[in-house]
């Protein structure tokens, strides 16, 4: 609704740790671009620096730093801060374009598996396999093959979800990186444009 001073401070309110701000930052960098706050928008951005980020899913922040490196016509930084953005993502996008399953594509794995509940039920498989092994050091023969086909089973159902989640989280992340990869060549191209535009002006000043 363009209220941008409103959104920033509402942004501001949420309590997350800081793996899960990164969303909330890049929101309130594009709100600070908006009003016109360029300096405070970049100011946001480099908060990405921080080791904590590694491995943040934010292909948005190459696409906001390049705009803003574009309006104050630093045309060749905005176009190093697009080879930056392929340099990183060039080797997950050669992965969606191949079509390889999730597990192959290690940095998109790695951002999927730090979400909250992707993380959880990871966490929970892992919990079923070490109350597996202690279940299956019970004297009680008929009890222990009880209790190891209960957990076998709950294990086999809880990874099949996570499959499933991980899979569908994939699917989300892949559009989003065709996407931004789309917007990274808009912006080459308009890179391009007010490069000769400039020169043509000059030259004709």
């Not at 951005?45 to 491995?55: D, G, I």
């Not at 065709?178 to 308009?190: N, P, T, V, W």
Request: hydrophobic share 35%; aromatic share 14%.
């Amino acid at each position: 609704t363009g209220e941008f001073a409103k959104a920033d401070f509402l942004y501001q309110q949420i309590e997350m740790n800081i793996v899960e701000q990164a969303q909330n930052l890049l929101e309130r960098a594009w709100a600070h671009y908006r009003m016109g706050n360029s300096e405070r928008a970049m100011g946001l951005l480099y908060s990405f620096e921080a080791p904590s980020y590694v491995n943040s899913f934010t292909p948005e922040f190459y696409i906001l730093k390049s705009f803003i490196y574009k309006d104050v016509c630093h045309y060749k930084k905005a176009m190093q801060v697009l080879e930056q953005f392929r340099g990183r993502y060039g080797p997950s996008l050669q992965s969606i374009y191949q079509r390889r399953p999730p597990q192959e594509n290690r940095a998109m794995l790695m951002v999927i598996l730090n979400k909250p509940k992707t993380k959880r039920d990871w966490q929970f498989v892992n919990q079923l396999d070490k109350e597996m092994a202690i279940a299956g050091q019970n004297p009680d023969p008929a009890l222990k093959v009880y209790l190891e086909r209960l957990y076998s089973l709950k294990k086999e159902e809880v990874e099949n979800q996570f499959r499933i989640l991980v899979r569908d989280e994939y699917e989300k992340m892949a559009n989003e990186m065709l996407r931004f990869e789309e917007e990274a060549h808009l912006m080459d191209d308009e890179l391009g444009l007010d490069m000769y535009q400039r020169v043509y002006n000059h030259h004709y000043a």
